[in-house]
């Protein structure tokens, strides 16, 4: 089967080959599934140059984390999957662009019947993580203000929509004029050009000096203190992202600033597998599964009414992959870009 896989460390395109591998097999408690459409993640250009991500894998790996397909095989436990057409992340968070993908049932869901192959590989990462950041974690209500920082962004432009869609007052950061444009077009009432405007200063005009009761910060980085300052008294910051961190997010910052500030920092994880006691002695606590389907049935009742939906940026091949990337990193993109496998690689 045809596969995007890294060799070795280094420039993406440079070191990303389109192979032919074998089909893996599938495992009990797992499902495979014949991939027709895989998403390209961030994450994905310091997986190839080495350096920290979320999860990282030593060359040769093959890369994507979520995908959409149908599932043509299944392991003991997770037989009744066969068939279905389904979006799901993928076991290890490697493997997804390819022919076929292994994924745990865990982390596998029914793909929304308003959505397209395309649409639906771009869906699951972005508005899980934002629902369970703004819903579960941060307890967004109606009538507060929303702060997106990295708009424009895959996750961006889902948490605009989820926070339109709860009634909340939502402003984006994001960087140029035509990515403004597209915050605004999705939900935001303001839309703050990092490039050009003073972050803070237009937070508070807009907020009649309150600030935002919540903050969605994809992006982290050395940026990171001067967007704890545009957070409202007893407001929730939540470091979903760390886009422009080559530390990945686990660099330090000034706890004292969060005490002046008077504001939570709020923690959220994208995984649903039950905690072991390894994983919590190395300070990961993921979400319980059942949560999963809770979070899952609610973003597709939101899909069916038409409030939120996922914001293609570019649709490429298999062979496109690589430079897809590179534009990722000179942040030359705007929302998801997705991988159709129906292409020619």
């Given at each position: 089967?045809?596969a995007?896989?890294v060799?070795?460390?280094?420039?993406?395109?440079?070191?990303?080959?389109?192979?032919?591998?074998?089909v893996?097999?599938?495992?009990p408690?797992?499902?495979?599934?014949?991939?027709?459409?895989?998403?390209?993640?961030?994450?994905?250009?310091?997986?190839?140059?080495?350096?920290?991500?979320?999860?990282?894998?030593?060359?040769?790996?093959?890369?994507?984390?979520?995908?959409?397909?149908?599932?043509?095989?299944?392991?003991?436990?997770?037989?009744?999957?066969?068939?279905?057409?389904?979006?799901?992340?993928?076991?290890?968070?490697?493997?997804?662009?390819?022919?076929?993908?292994?994924?745990?049932?865990?982390?596998?869901?029914?793909?929304?019947?308003?959505?397209?192959?395309?649409?639906?590989?771009?869906f699951?990462?972005?508005?899980?993580?934002?629902?369970?950041?703004?819903?579960?974690?941060?307890?967004?209500?109606?009538?507060?203000?929303?702060l997106?920082?990295?708009?424009?962004?895959?996750?961006?432009?889902?948490?605009?929509?989820?926070g339109a869609a709860?009634?909340?007052?939502?402003?984006?950061?994001?960087?140029?004029?035509?990515k403004?444009?597209?915050?605004?077009?999705?939900?935001?009432?303001?839309?703050?050009?990092?490039?050009?405007?003073?972050?803070?200063?237009?937070?508070?005009?807009?907020?009649?000096?309150?600030?935002?009761?919540?903050?969605?910060?994809?992006?982290?980085?050395?940026?990171?203190?001067?967007?704890?300052?545009?957070?409202?008294?007893?407001?929730?910051?939540?470091?979903?992202?760390f886009?422009?961190d080559?530390?990945?997010g686990?660099?330090?910052?000034?706890?004292?600033?969060?005490?002046?500030?008077?504001?939570?920092?709020?923690?959220?994880?994208?995984?649903?597998?039950?905690?072991?006691?390894?994983?919590?002695?190395?300070?990961?606590?993921?979400?319980?599964?059942?949560?999963?389907?809770?979070v899952?049935?609610?973003?597709?009742?939101?899909?069916?009414?038409?409030?939120?939906?996922?914001?293609?940026?570019?649709?490429?091949s298999?062979?496109?992959?690589?430079?897809?990337?590179?534009?990722?990193?000179?942040?030359?993109?705007?929302?998801?870009?997705v991988?159709?496998?129906?292409?020619?690689?």
């Amino acid at each position: 089967m045809r596969a995007v896989r890294v060799v070795r460390h280094g420039r993406p395109t440079e070191v990303i080959e389109v192979q032919d591998i074998p089909v893996p097999d599938v495992e009990p408690g797992g499902v495979r599934v014949a991939v027709s459409a895989a998403a390209v993640n961030f994450g994905d250009i310091a997986r190839c140059r080495g350096g920290i991500a979320s999860v990282m894998a030593q060359p040769p790996f093959t890369l994507g984390m979520d995908v959409c397909g149908v599932v043509d095989a299944a392991g003991a436990g997770a037989e009744e999957w066969i068939g279905r057409r389904v979006v799901a992340m993928c076991a290890l968070s490697f493997g997804g662009m390819a022919d076929a993908a292994l994924a745990p049932v865990s982390s596998v869901f029914d793909a929304p019947s308003e959505l397209d192959d395309i649409e639906a590989a771009a869906f699951l990462l972005p508005f899980h993580t934002t629902y369970l950041a703004l819903h579960l974690r941060a307890k967004l209500q109606p009538g507060e203000t929303l702060l997106v920082v990295g708009g424009a962004s895959s996750l961006g432009t889902a948490a605009i929509q989820l926070g339109a869609a709860a009634g909340a007052h939502v402003i984006a950061v994001a960087g140029g004029r035509e990515k403004g444009e597209l915050c605004r077009k999705l939900g935001a009432e303001l839309a703050i050009d990092h490039l050009s405007d003073d972050i803070f200063e237009q937070v508070m005009a807009h907020t009649d000096e309150r600030g935002a009761d919540v903050v969605c910060d994809l992006v982290g980085g050395p940026g990171t203190e001067t967007i704890w300052t545009c957070v409202a008294y007893e407001g929730r910051y939540l470091p979903v992202g760390f886009n422009d961190d080559p530390e990945s997010g686990f660099t330090g910052r000034p706890l004292r600033k969060v005490s002046m500030g008077n504001f939570s920092v709020v923690g959220v994880l994208l995984a649903y597998m039950p905690a072991s006691l390894g994983m919590r002695q190395f300070g990961v606590v993921p979400t319980p599964p059942e949560r999963g389907e809770e979070v899952h049935a609610a973003l597709g009742k939101l899909v069916a009414e038409g409030a939120i939906r996922p914001f293609i940026g570019r649709r490429i091949s298999l062979g496109q992959v690589a430079a897809a990337l590179e534009d990722h990193e000179q942040r030359r993109t705007r929302g998801r870009t997705v991988v159709d496998l129906s292409l020619p690689a």
